[in-house]
């Protein structure tokens, strides 16, 4: 069993599962704001929310920055849920202050330097595993951070990277239950990213929750045609409600 963390009013970990879902990044007040209302109607526990984006290519979309954190926190006031949205930079955290918990990216997860700036804070951080890693690595990883005396860290899997180029990623579900036997952090998965589309994120997060994983992470967006990042693996707010009914039957399952 894993140890229960209280994210502001939100427990994860230790028998308690949290769903966690909204758009790869904030575009606009409107967007997030309608994402964060259908996704807590849905059964979300916490807002997820990209400002600052680690993307592979510098063509590539890079995120509000400060202003969508800003319409993060706004949105989160409006619903009521805590927020979780990427760092890239120790320089920014000042802009963190009110965030709930911190991404760190799965292309920062070895960036040693900021997991020990986020050690030195009192922010719950959730790790995302790299593309290329061993679960040795990522708990290493984490390590930097509870070493500098935050031990607030929740575990991400998102895909590993194998010779299958038929899927964006390859989700290691096995790793995934691995992880809870080699330690309590609490472990979340994230099917979206692994998935690379939506038609199978749904079978991905079926087959999360039947793992017994603390929380899954989700892509949502209320136009996947247009979003300016992941739109190819986002499920609509109607998508991410069926997904949600079906996960909270196999968790009964998956509890007895
Ligand atoms: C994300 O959560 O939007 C993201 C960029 O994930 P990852 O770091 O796992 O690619
Ligand atoms: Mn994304």
Do not use: W
């Not at 069993?1 to 994210?7: H, P």
């Not at 994983?213 to 707010?237: K, R």
């Amino acid at each position: 069993m894993s140890r229960v963390f209280d994210i502001n009013g939100v427990k994860i970990g230790g028998g308690n599962f949290v769903l966690i879902a909204g758009p790869c990044t904030v575009e606009s007040e409107a967007q997030i704001r309608e994402i964060a209302e259908r996704v807590k109607e849905s059964g979300a526990g916490i807002l997820r929310g990209g400002a600052y984006k680690g993307r592979t290519s510098p063509h590539d979309y890079q995120g509000m920055g400060e202003e969508g954190i800003r319409l993060l926190l706004q949105a989160r006031k409006t619903v009521g849920m805590p927020v979780v949205t990427e760092i890239v930079s120790a320089d920014h955290l000042p802009q963190f202050d009110d965030v709930d918990i911190i991404q760190v990216g799965a292309r920062n997860m070895q960036n040693f330097e900021l997991l020990k700036a986020l050690g030195r804070t009192d922010k719950f951080i959730l790790l995302k595993r790299g593309m290329s890693n061993t679960l040795r690595e990522l708990l290493l990883s984490a390590e930097y951070i509870t070493g500098e005396g935050n031990d607030k860290v929740i575990l991400c899997e998102r895909g590993i990277r194998t010779f299958e180029t038929s899927t964006r990623f390859t989700l290691d579900l096995s790793s995934a239950a691995a992880l809870r036997e080699m330690t309590d952090l609490p472990v979340v998965v994230d099917p979206s990213h692994a998935a690379g589309r939506a038609s199978l994120v749904e079978p991905m997060a079926l087959a999360a929750a039947a793992t017994g994983v603390d929380g899954i992470m989700i892509e949502v967006h209320n136009d996947p045609a247009n979003a300016l990042c992941d739109s190819a693996q986002a499920l609509t707010p109607d998508q991410f409600d069926s997904v949600a009914r079906k996960i909270r039957k196999i968790r009964e399952v998956v509890i007895g």
